[in-house]
């Protein structure tokens, strides 16, 4: 038998409390699994706004939305253009769709659908490089001046159809935890895109001047 401690983790106990925060009897485990759970719900940077515990979670489900973005996406499209239809009406190749069936049977609406999502997959993907999702977000943002009538408050539409959309996706792991995870999240998302909008400096022209569509 090789050396080693022959009493248990958990056996071991701090037989006084020797800080006012650790309560005497206090196990080894115990007071480590109380610092892992302190330590995770730091906020990580102040600009994102979310702890180690919500970037973990996102880490773990994001892996099953990523293999949906194209079927999320649209969804995500279709509920934000069933609350504002006006907002539909901002891209040439979408004010033809009437219907929600026509929207899903349209490959411009599943290609638009998809470049956002990749940026948002990027976004996510990249929590632990807050400078670099910035600065991709915010040019983005920056990119949409070009498009007449648009306006930085459109970007904030976003957000439920997101989270309901992923809701959809995930399923019943989609828990309030999760829920309130993705929101400050996408909040944060949303609120770069918003930003880079307000102070970009680009020439806007006339959407229906172009093919392209409102998020490159």
């Known amino acids: 038998m090789g050396m080693g401690c022959s009493v248990s983790a958990t ?14 009897g206090t196990t080894i485990t115990q007071k480590r699994s109380r610092e892992s759970t302190e330590s995770g719900k730091r906020i990580i940077d102040e600009r994102l706004k979310i702890s180690e515990n919500d970037r973990r979670l996102i880490a773990r489900t994001w892996k099953g939305i990523s293999r949906n973005m194209e079927q ?17 009406n901002l891209f040439s190749e979408f004010r033809g ?26 976004a996510i993907c990249s929590l632990d490089d807050v400078d670099y999702v910035q600065e991709q977000l915010r040019n983005v943002g920056k990119s949409h001046r070009r ?28 828990t309030p935890e999760l829920e309130d995870s993705y929101r ?33």
């Open 72 to 88: 999320t996406g649209i969804d995500m499209f279709l509920k934000l253009f069933q609350n504002n239809f006006n907002l539909k």
């Open 97 to 122: 769709l009437e219907t929600a069936e026509a929207m899903r049977q349209s490959q411009a609406l599943e290609n638009h659908a998809m470049m956002v999502m990749c940026t948002l997959d990027d």
């Open 11 to 24: 056996q071991l106990t701090l037989m006084s409390a020797t800080h006012d925060d650790v309560p005497a």
């Open 147 to 174: 498009f007449h009538g648009y306006v930085a408050d459109n970007f904030l539409k976003i957000e439920e159809p997101f989270l309901e959309s992923i809701k959809e996706t995930i399923g019943a792991k989609f």
């Open 184 to 216: 400050k999240t996408i909040n944060f998302v949303l609120g770069n895109l918003a930003h880079g909008f307000s102070s970009g400096g680009e020439k806007e022209r006339d959407i229906s001047e172009t093919s392209e569509t409102a998020v490159d």
